[in-house]
């Protein structure tokens, strides 16, 4: 199986401008928030599971879920919280583990916004990347994007683990803070490296 690096970061910090970066360099990105958002389109391999455990509200007219349906239910609920995360997160890990299982490069990009909070995805990871930026800046970013205020940003920002705990699980930093273009030579340097690690694996 591949040389698994887990990526990380807050909301806002860049992680995917980083992975699609390392992907454009030859690395295979698994994406677990892509993958949720497969499992739940309409025809998606969660879906029969989602309607049987909370009815056929979640799901909208195309079959696929009703994610202000379901937020509803889950943000009220902590039980429903916990029905929905018990039918969703087996199957998220089992196609992203059959993914990095199957990727065609050397290493794998396995993107993970709660890689701190889930001790399950550390334990597949060789090695962990993490996006850094300062707290002014993901809350600029995400409030230029989104248009949520700042109130509502930093209550999102409250919710994620602290960028404290981010940094101690890093095995490599990305800082983020400053011009796109000043990533570059960085993430050239971590391929090489990732390439170089995932070689000595094999061995
Ligand atoms: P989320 O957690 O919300 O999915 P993310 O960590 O994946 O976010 P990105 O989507 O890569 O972060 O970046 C957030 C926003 O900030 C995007 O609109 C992106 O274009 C912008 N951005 C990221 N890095 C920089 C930078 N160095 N300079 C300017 N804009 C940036």
Do not use: W
């Not at 707290?135 to 700042?150: F, P, T």
């Not at 490599?172 to 796109?180: A, K, S, T």
């Amino acid at each position: 199986s591949a040389y698994v690096v887990g990526l990380t970061g807050g909301i806002g910090s860049g992680k995917t401008t980083v992975a699609d970066r390392l992907v454009a360099l030859g690395a295979t990105l698994v994406d677990t928030d892509a993958i949720a958002h497969e499992l739940t389109a309409p025809g998606g391999a969660a879906m029969p599971a989602l309607v049987a455990a909370f009815g056929p509200a979640v799901a909208d007219a195309h079959g696929a879920l009703d994610r202000a349906a379901m937020r509803r239910l889950a943000f009220a609920d902590a039980a429903a919280r916990g029905r929905l995360e018990a039918i969703l997160h087996p199957r998220i890990r089992e196609l992203a583990d059959a993914r990095c299982r199957a990727a065609p490069s050397p290493y794998v990009v396995l993107a993970v916004p709660l890689l701190v909070e889930s001790g399950a995805y550390r334990a597949r990871c060789d090695r962990i990347l993490v996006v850094d930026c300062p707290e002014s800046l993901q809350v600029a970013r995400v409030m230029a994007r989104s248009g949520l205020g700042a109130d509502e940003v930093q209550a999102i920002l409250a919710a994620q683990a602290s960028r404290a705990a981010r940094l101690a699980i890093a095995d490599d930093v990305v800082v983020n803070d400053g011009e796109l273009a000043a990533l570059a030579g960085r993430l050239e340097e971590l391929h090489r490296k990732y390439q170089s690690l995932a070689m000595q694996k094999l061995k």
